[in-house]
């Protein structure tokens, strides 16, 4: 079970956090221009990354802010968590 | 009459006789004794049957690791299954029992299944009970039976459990040598300790050692450390408590267990408790495991692992047997010898697969006139519900197979070791690799994955002196690299054995095919043999995780700790590849099977999920209302009058609303306030609809679609001001809608000046419905609400008795209808004013089952009951909501081609043809007349009720292509079969127009 240090209030348990995913998932500024596919890209297409990997956790039983975290999926271990 | 306990000796308590009792038969045994060594006192020789082929099977070992004692333990209640007698303490008026074994455990009838073990070999259940498929029920029946797996009591469980959480610098797993030395090192450097250990005291293999350390025997250094240690300010030591969990960042689990050794007497005492450390680092001190020989008939009763033998007799003064053979390939089982020997008994011989050879161990025996046949092995044992002698045959050193030439020898004991393997499980469970050793043949601990260390045993130390010196030596590094300074040196001086030579023999061979032999066991637990790993191999099984999951080598709570490297290594044989190749397999958690109860805790019952009442709840309780669990919500679900029907209360509930006047408590709605600068923008990002038409104090219903164009929620929003939003979610939405809300500002438009504010709890809310519904507030003074000045969807802020409301005029009935949003604090006095002033329009409060009833009347949807995160706003009939002129989360989805097929699933109404059947809600839409398999399904009935105002029942259903069938006749099926005949309406059933608005 992780501990992840949330920007804003320091190491807590897993527990406290929900996984909202991979992050930098930019939302297209103008949808309607993309085509299916494209479109599709960003709705389901998703890395599955082997090592660091960017994603978004939010403090949801403490502050409720979103941030990102680096997180070694092959080890768990965390790198870097900072605010959006 | 306990036959087998010697005169003197042993940790045990003769002056505290326990009375106990094993299948049936009553029997007596010490305090400080096992179930296991209780058994052996009495010489009860068979305990259990074998998994497959229910073959009689005697007390194994002396610890976690025993295959064979797994009882069921206790009663009533109190039963448990699958314990290992080698860890159950016994109390007086235990009652156990084997769990195998019918109708007798001497006389079982699936032992069949060994006569006929040519056809049970390796993958056996996979391919005799795959076909045909239907008769897999049968076949699962009979299995199940001859398992005959334990039991689970069909009573609750009497006893509570509690959950710990503890933080540490340093958690020690186990308190054998090498913990104890480590505990001692780290209590000096004043780093705040935990030390576990399983048994009730401390010690490990030192309980049964005459070793010495600092002049004394073992176990007084042993007893004096203890001492120490729970007197150390900054130690924590915890008995009978198993760490069975490791996980990431230094998170472990331990289970400690309070009442388990006298379970009747339990008082105030949680019966165990779930220990939940984070610690900065670990020592894992959990000893190695005796590894067992393999050959034929290596199963029989009598047959025991050599440490386990002294262990018996040094612990509990038991002698299991009186004419003791020992096989080994190693130095530690000629301890076995010497303690025999020590113990009473003349006939000893040891058998030992290497050649002569002068070590310190044959010295001793030497001396002790033991005798001992080298170049020597076991190849068979005779007696099958018990040792009665055992063949021996000389062994080639250079080819490593045995001649043929056997000498028999009577015996009803056989001892055997076959080297030992460090316990490397939780070092494995911490993503810890092992590294195979060609010196000690074991795998060993290597490259840690997390703060942590192996030392002692665990580590590759048998002798121990290596043991203690390790662990000073690790511990003394880790509190160092920890920021502490020890300053005192501890030293000490031991008097040790070192019998720790060691030559691998994997199997007894004479170089035919082990299928000509009589079953040379791998694994007891799992019945796995020799030729199963042959078999698996034959049939193209390479990889030791598949030879595992084929053959279950290493299964079950056995977990890797007996047979695993015996069979990894005749694998490496099999397939002619170093050991070092094959690999481990995965360790996991729990290391020794943990109860469902301790890992519950007191989360159970009415604790294991808040309950949420709202401010008007005992009020509903006073009129006995069953309620509803609507997340985590009590609402009311109707109000019965005296034995009142569910059917009749909610025909005269519904009644009322359509005729006069209802009452409701919609309290649970979620509330979300919105201000800022750009909350305007933010909504218009995330609802369908144009909210920038939106006046100041005008209500409008709202949908908000997930990015992939589904319905994701819906509610009324409300502009209160300029800048100020009021939303309302569904009561199962409100706390999902709020943190997407959340994430999408937070993450997405971080620039957008927006404050949300979940006021759910904050406000309360009353539905007043009903045509008389305005005339009760006129009673009451208040104002803003008269027809011409308060239209439908719009709001007005007002005073009911001096208490400051937000009036809604909405409508989830179709009727007249007041939303009154108030402070908590007031709302049980605001709710019992409009009952009061209600009166002489005889209003009526209603709860959930009339809201739907009343709302299907109006065909109005509810997310997540008429909609299931497939349907879009087109296919539930709202496409009228979706702005042309501005974008929203999800509108780009609504331009796929799968959103645009004409075929997708459309809202419609139902009504069944004989005007009197209500449709089960859930039931297949499919054409009249359709026979041929399979049979096209064009849908299903997502809400169905009868209506009370109509007078005959009514359903919503999602069709394919719906809403251009109105008129034409479907059947609808239930999951029971019966099937009833339906035409499709438009979902509006009652006041398709919306007159009913307009009263006065
Ligand atoms: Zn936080």
Redesign the interface.
């Known amino acids: 079970?992780?501990?992840i240090k949330c920007p804003w209030c320091g190491d807590r348990?897993e527990t406290e956090f929900?996984y909202?995913g991979e992050a930098d998932i930019?939302?297209?500024v103008?949808?309607?221009a993309?085509s299916?596919e494209e479109?599709?890209d960003y709705?389901f297409m998703r890395k599955n990354t082997k090592g660091v990997f960017k994603e978004?956790w939010?403090h949801?039983a403490g502050c409720?802010?979103?941030f990102i975290v680096e997180r070694d999926t092959v080890?768990?271990d965390i790198k870097a968590t900072y605010k959006? | 009459m306990q036959k087998n306990r010697l005169k003197s000796g042993g940790h045990i308590q003769r002056d505290d006789i326990l009375n106990f009792t094993f299948n049936g038969k009553k029997l007596q045994a010490y305090k400080g004794d096992t179930l296991a060594s209780a058994l052996l006192a009495n010489d009860i020789k068979i305990v259990g049957r074998s998994f497959k082929y229910h073959r009689p099977r005697g007390i194994f070992s002396c610890g976690p690791e025993e295959p064979n004692a797994i009882l069921q333990v206790g009663s009533g209640s109190r039963t448990e299954a699958g314990l290992k007698a080698t860890q159950v303490e016994l109390y007086d008026g235990l009652i156990a029992s084997s769990e195998k074994g019918w109708p007798s455990l001497h006389f079982d009838v699936a032992i069949i299944n060994d006569w006929l073990s040519k056809m049970f070999g390796a993958g056996f259940y996979y391919k005799t009970f795959m076909y045909p498929a239907k008769f897999w029920k049968l076949y699962e029946y009979f299995l199940r039976k001859m398992a005959g797996f334990g039991y689970a009591p069909d009573e609750n469980d009497p006893d509570y459990y509690s959950h710990h959480n503890e933080h540490c610098d340093l958690l020690i797993v186990g308190a054998g040598p090498a913990g104890i030395m480590s505990a001692l090192v780290a209590s000096q450097s004043g780093a705040n300790v935990i030390i576990v250990d399983e048994k009730e005291k401390f010690g490990g293999k030192l309980l049964y050692s005459d070793e010495k350390i600092d002049n004394t025997v073992a176990i007084e250094w042993v007893e004096r450390a203890q001492a120490e240690l729970e007197k150390a300010p900054n130690v924590k030591c915890l008995k009978r408590s198993t760490a069975f969990g490791y996980y990431d960042y230094n998170f472990l689990t331990v289970c400690e267990r309070y009442t388990d050794h006298s379970p009747e007497t339990t008082v105030n005492s949680p019966r165990q408790k779930l220990w939940r450390i984070r610690t900065q680092s670990v020592v894992l001190a959990q000893g190695a495991f005796e590894r067992p020989l393999v050959f034929s008939n290596n199963d029989r009763p009598g047959v025991m692992l050599a440490s386990a033998v002294s262990e018996y007799i040094k612990r509990f003064a038991v002698l299991p047997g009186r004419n003791i053979a020992i096989f080994t390939n190693n130095d530690s089982a000629y301890q076995t010898a010497i303690d025999l020997k020590n113990a009473g008994v003349d006939s000893i011989i040891i058998i030992d697969s290497r050649p002569e050879n002068s070590s310190a161990a044959t010295i001793k025996t030497n001396e002790l006139n033991i005798e001992v046949k080298f170049c020597s092995v076991v190849t068979n044992v005779q007696g099958s519900n018990k040792v009665e002698g055992i063949e021996i045959a000389k062994l080639n050193s250079e080819t490593g197979l045995h001649d043929n030439e056997l000498i028999y020898r009577d015996c009803d004991l056989l001892a055997i070791s076959g080297g030992w393997s460090p316990a490397v499980h939780l070092h494995s469970q911490s993503g810890g690799r092992n590294a195979w050793s060609e010196k000690l043949h074991c795998f060993i601990p290597k490259n840690t994955h997390q703060k942590n260390t192996s030392v002692g045993s665990s580590n590759g130390f048998w002798g121990l002196k290596d043991c203690l010196e390790d662990a000073k030596k690790r511990t003394s590094e880790m509190l160092t690299d920890l920021g502490y300074e020890l300053s005192e040196k501890i030293s000490f001086d031991v008097e040790e054995n070192n019998y720790v030579s060691m030559s691998p023999l994997w199997r007894v061979n004479d170089g035919k095919d082990p299928e000509s032999h009589p079953k040379q066991f791998i694994d007891y637990q799992n019945d796995t043999s020799v030729s199963d790993i042959f078999q698996a191999v034959r049939e193209g099984y390479k990889n030791i995780e598949h030879v595992k999951r084929y053959t279950a080598l290493g299964f079950g709570t056995d977990q890797g700790k007996l047979g695993n490297i015996n069979g990894m290594a005749i694998l490496a044989e099999v397939l002619n590849k170093p050991i070092a190749d094959i690999g481990t397999t995965t360790f996991r958690p729990a290391y020794t099977p943990v109860s469902f109860g301790v890992c519950a805790g007191q989360e159970i019952g009415e604790f294991f999920d808040p309950i949420r009442k709202t401010a008007i709840h005992d009020f509903h309780e006073n009129q006995t209302s069953p309620f509803e669990l609507v997340g985590q919500w009590l609402r009311p679900w109707y109000f019965p009058t005296q034995n009142e029907t569910i059917e009749n209360a909610v025909k005269r509930e519904c009644l009322a609303v359509r005729n006069s006047l209802g009452i409701m408590d919609a309290s649970t709605l979620g509330k979300i306030d919105i201000q800022g600068k750009d909350a305007l923008n933010f909504l218009e990002r995330i609802y369908t609809h144009d909210v920038s038409k939106m006046a100041i104090g005008q209500c409008a219903y709202g949908i908000m679609l997930g990015e992939d164009g589904m319905i994701k929620d819906d509610g009324v929003m409300t502009r209160m001001a300029e800048n100020h939003f009021y939303l309302t979610t569904t009561t199962g939405g409100a706390a999902s809608v709020m943190s997407w809300l959340e994430q999408w500002h937070q993450t997405e438009w971080p620039d957008l000046d927006v404050y949300l504010t979940s006021l759910t709890e904050q406000l309360s809310t009353i539905v007043l419905a009903g045509p008389n519904s305005r005339k009760v507030l006129k009673k009451l003074m208040v104002t803003g609400i008269d027809k011409e000045s308060m239209k439908f969807m719009t709001f007005v802020k007002s005073k009911i008795d001096d208490i400051d409301v937000d009036i809604f005029r909405v409508s989830f009935s179709g009727e007249l209808a007041f939303e009154i949003n108030v402070d908590s604090n007031y709302a049980l006095h605001l709710w019992n004013i409009l009952i009061e002033a209600g009166k002489e329009y005889e209003i009526t409060p209603y709860g959930t089952e009339t809201m739907h009833v009343l709302r299907a009347e109006k065909g109005f949807i509810i997310v997540g009951q008429d909609t299931d995160g497939s349907i879009n706003p087109e296919d539930a009939g709202l496409g009228w909501m979706l702005s042309r002129k501005k974008d929203f989360i999800g509108k780009r989805s609504l331009l796929r081609e799968d959103s645009i097929r004409n075929d997708r699933k459309q809202l419609v109404g139902l009504l069944s043809l004989d005007g009197k059947t209500v449709i089960p809600e859930g039931a297949q839409i499919i054409r009249k007349g359709a026979h041929k398999k399979p049979i096209p399904m064009y849908g299903h009935v997502s809400s169905s009720y009868y209506s009370p105002v109509l007078g005959h029942p009514i359903a919503m259903a999602m069709i394919e292509s719906g809403r251009d069938r109105h008129g034409e006749e479907f059947l609808a099926v239930a999951s029971c079969g019966t099937e009833i005949e339906v035409k499709v309406v438009n979902p509006v059933f009652y006041d398709p127009s919306g007159e009913r608005q307009n009263v006065e």
Request: aromatic residues 16%.
């Open positions: 079970m992780l501990i348990d929900s909202g930019k939302r297209p103008a949808p309607e993309l299916d479109w599709g709705l978004q939010n949801s409720r802010r979103w080890n768990y959006f």
